[in-house]
C-alpha cells in the first residue's frame, strides 16, 4: 500500500494538492510529484530519489571553484567592512553585510554554514576578518582548511558537532530532509543567545500564483520541500526558536529563471544576458524589489534566536 504524502511542515494528509514539476537545471526530461498543503501553504516532494548525488554534478553551481583572493585584497575588505559597520552605507556592504546587521555576531563568534556549498560566502568572513568559520557540505568532494580561522568539511549536519553562536542556511534547507530534525539539530548545536539564519524560497511567492509549475526554484527534485511563512515559522517555534524577523529578499532570478524553465532551456547551462535584454533584467529587478516590499517575493530570509 503506498504511503500517503505529509507536509514536511504541519504533517498534514489531507486535501494536499498534486503537482507535476519538470527537472529543469539540466532537462533531464523526469518529472517529479510535489503536494501542496492546505492548511500552510507548503510544497513537499513526494518519493524522493534513494540517491540524490547525481543531481549534484561537479558543475552544479555551489560547487564551482572557490575564488581567493590576494593579501593586499584581504587587507581592502577587511577595511572596508570597518567602513560600512561605520557608517552603513550601502555600497561599502560585502554580500553577508545585511544579514549581519540583524545578528551583529563579534568577530570572535564561531560560525557555521550548513550546506556551504565551495564555502565562497565563508571565505569572505574570513576575509573581512571573522577568526571562527566552519563549512559543511556533504557533496563536496574533500576537506579544505585555511589555518585556524576557516575550515570545510565534507559532512551532512547531523554529523556536525560543537556549539556555535550563529549557524546559516543559505538556500540550503530545502536541500535537506525532515526539516524538523534540521531545525531540533540546530537548536541543540546553538549556544544559548546563539542566531539562526535560513535563506530560502517561499511558497508565499506570488511568482507561484501566476506562474505554477514553471517556476524556477521549484528546482525538482533537488527542493525535497518549499516552506511558506507561516509553515517554518510554525515549525521553528515547535522547536524553541523565537523569530526576531523575516525579511523577503528576492531577485529578478525569479522572472527570468522562470521564462528560462518555460522555453525548456537547461538553467546550468544559460546566462540571463545571452537570453534577455538589459531593459527586461532592469525591469524585473525593480519588480523584484516591489514584490519583496509586499512581502510576496520567492525567498526569505528568518531570522531566528535561542532564547
Not at 19 to 37: A, I, K, N, S
Not at 103 to 122: E, F, H, R, T, V
Request: net charge positive; charged share 25%.
Amino acid at each position: 500500500m503506498p504511503i500517503k504524502p505529509l507536509c514536511a511542515y504541519c504533517g498534514n494528509s489531507e486535501n494536499l494538492k498534486s503537482h507535476q514539476v519538470r527537472e529543469m537545471m539540466f532537462v533531464t526530461g523526469e518529472e517529479f510529484l510535489y503536494v501542496e498543503c492546505p492548511n500552510c501553504g507548503s510544497l513537499t516532494l513526494c518519493d524522493v530519489p534513494d540517491d540524490l548525488s547525481p543531481y549534484y554534478p561537479k558543475e552544479y553551481y555551489s560547487f564551482l571553484p572557490l575564488v581567493k583572493s590576494s593579501i593586499g585584497k584581504n587587507v581592502l575588505k577587511e577595511m572596508r567592512y570597518g567602513l560600512y559597520k561605520m557608517t552603513g552605507k550601502n555600497f561599502l556592504s560585502p554580500v553577508f553585510g545585511e544579514w549581519f546587521d540583524r545578528i551583529k555576531p563579534a568577530k570572535s563568534a564561531k560560525i557555521g554554514d550548513l550546506g556551504c556549498g565551495n564555502g565562497q560566502l565563508l571565505y569572505e568572513m574570513y576575509a573581512a576578518g571573522f577568526k571562527d568559520l566552519r563549512g559543511f557540505d556533504p557533496f563536496i568532494e574533500s576537506d579544505f582548511r585555511l589555518g585556524n580561522k576557516l575550515s570545510l568539511q565534507k559532512k551532512t549536519i547531523f554529523e556536525v558537532d560543537g556549539k556555535y553562536d550563529v549557524l546559516m542556511l543559505h538556500h540550503a534547507l530545502e536541500h535537506m530532509p525532515d526539516p524538523i530534525k534540521v531545525l531540533e539539530y540546530c537548536f541543540g548545536l546553538l549556544n544559548s543567545k546563539g542566531h539562526l539564519l535560513i535563506r530560502v524560497p517561499v511558497s508565499d511567492a506570488k511568482v507561484w500564483k501566476d506562474e505554477g509549475v514553471a517556476w524556477v526554484q521549484l528546482d525538482a527534485p533537488r527542493h525535497l520541500h518549499l516552506p511558506s511563512v507561516k509553515g517554518l515559522n510554525n515549525l521553528a517555534k515547535q522547536v524553541g526558536f523565537e523569530c526576531k524577523e523575516v525579511a523577503f529578499d528576492s531577485t529578478g532570478f525569479q522572472f527570468w529563471g522562470t521564462e528560462l524553465v518555460k522555453m525548456g532551456k537547461p538553467l546550468s547551462k544559460v546566462e540571463d544576458t545571452a537570453v534577455f535584454s538589459r531593459q527586461d533584467l532592469a525591469r524585473w529587478r525593480k519588480k523584484a524589489h516591489l514584490y519583496n516590499k509586499k512581502s510576496v517575493g520567492d525567498q526569505a530570509s528568518f531570522y531566528f534566536y535561542k532564547p
